[in-house]
């Protein structure tokens, strides 16, 4: 099944011992692509790389500490339930809102340049898995896909092959007509088959399920001199599975295949109809496992063990993705990528034999990308800090009436025309010592 006649390098093709220095191979160029198109578009701005890559620790931030709504991370109420000090430390609510309001990007050659550099930083494994998976989005787009059974089943759909180490190598976003490339099921299978040994040539093993397999796709492999194990339809063709095999199997634990030259073709009655198919693998012949309590057709033990490459992928997605529902695609594709970043870092820090998980890689990505950097000023530091701050916290008369703070913090609505000469908040002078000891 596998070629050993010769060693074919895998894994990571560069040396780490940061997970900085691992996200910044992977994600190279891009801040600077988002900084430049943005200033294209609003010219009155003037941030910075550092500024960009703040706002994007900022997304991974809500994705680890969800929040009912992006005005609760900069909220601290009475019960100290809501609010998040790395958001009110480098945020204002305003300065967020302006920025994921005015981020411009060109989709095309950001996951063009993304792409690249996973496929640069990575030699592929033997065995190849192409699958979907969908970035959950709930807004306007006239490409937005529902795709029945998946976990997150509407949103932006995206094709992609990943090898058995979970790494996803190449991608590309569904965008109907308009996609960038073919979106028929065999020839989304050729095309990543076609760009995985175009850098070099290694006795690959595909596996799809059964949205992509086919005879039809079985045969362009063949001749690619490819291996092979696809799920088909019972259509995929009629004459095998349809007409032949699936009368031979009526009960539960069934097992029907026939073979030629080429191709093995098997059916089992499993908790429906199992169609597979195959030029490297006897699907006929049967494993145990370890305690030889349990025998299963060769077919359908590799493929429960190779399908899942993309699913996995797609959880570790998913796991720690800020909630908050997005008005633009875009915005939602952008923490896409930058998630598929992360987890790519992650595939490569554990194959260097960093002992990690996946919470503390996400954590040092954002330590990262923030560095020391903040959009805040010192004179506009969070309320809470300056409440706790030394200085000559002292009740200064106003020329306007506002509710007083400490009031509104037990749910009570009243107005005083004083506040706190440091602090700036509304207070009245009875609820001047109970505000600032709390």
Request: charged fraction near 25%.
């Amino acid at each position: 099944m596998t070629d050993t006649s010769f060693t074919y390098p895998t894994g990571p093709t560069f040396k780490a011992d940061s997970i900085g220095k691992i996200f910044d191979v992977l994600w190279s160029g891009m801040s600077e692509k988002i900084l430049t198109q943005t200033l294209l578009r609003e010219s009155d701005k003037k941030w910075s790389i550092e500024d960009i890559n703040a706002y994007l620790a900022s997304v991974l931030v809500m994705g680890m500490t969800p929040e009912p709504s992006v005005e609760d991370y900069f909220h601290q109420d009475s019960q100290g339930i809501f609010g998040s000090k790395w958001m009110q430390e480098t945020f204002t609510v305003h300065k967020w809102h302006e920025m994921n309001a005015h981020i411009h990007w060109d989709t095309d050659v950001c996951c063009d340049l993304l792409r690249s550099n996973c496929q640069q930083a990575w030699d592929l494994r033997q065995v190849l898995i192409v699958d979907e998976m969908i970035r959950t989005f709930t807004g306007r787009w006239k490409w937005i896909q529902h795709v029945k059974g998946k976990p997150h089943d509407t949103g932006v759909k995206l094709y992609g092959v990943t090898d058995d180490s979970f790494y996803l190598w190449d991608f590309w976003v569904y965008k109907g007509s308009e996609s960038e490339r073919t979106h028929t099921p065999t020839g989304i299978v050729v095309d990543f088959v076609k760009n995985a040994i175009q850098q070099q040539y290694k006795p690959h093993i595909v596996v799809a399920d059964s949205f992509y397999g086919s005879l039809q796709l079985a045969e362009e492999l063949h001749k690619m001199k490819i291996g092979c194990l696809l799920s088909c339809r019972s259509d995929r063709p009629s004459a095998i599975f349809t007409n032949t095999l699936h009368p031979l199997v009526s009960k539960k634990g069934d097992l029907a295949s026939i073979h030629n030259s080429k191709f093995y073709a098997m059916t089992m009655y499993d908790k429906a109809k199992v169609n597979l198919i195959s030029n490297i693998l006897n699907l006929n012949k049967t494993v145990s496992n370890l305690q030889r309590t349990k025998w299963l057709p060769l077919g359908i033990c590799w493929y429960r063990k190779w399908l899942g490459g993309l699913d996995h992928f797609d959880r570790w997605l998913h796991l720690y993705l800020t909630q908050h529902r997005n008005i633009k695609w875009t915005q939602a594709l952008l923490s896409t990528l930058l998630k598929i970043t992360v987890n790519n870092t992650h595939i490569i820090a554990i194959y260097s034999d960093m002992d990690i998980s996946y919470k503390d890689t996400v954590l040092k990505v954002i330590q990262h990308l923030k560095g020391s950097h903040t959009l805040r000023k010192d004179d506009k530091r969070p309320v809470y800090q300056l409440r706790k701050s030394e200085g000559n916290h002292f009740p200064e008369e106003m020329d306007t009436t506002k509710r007083c703070t400490h009031c509104l913090s037990k749910d009570i609505r009243s107005n005083t025309t004083y506040s706190c000469l440091v602090c700036k908040v509304p207070l009245h002078p009875k609820c001047f010592a109970p505000y600032h000891m709390e």
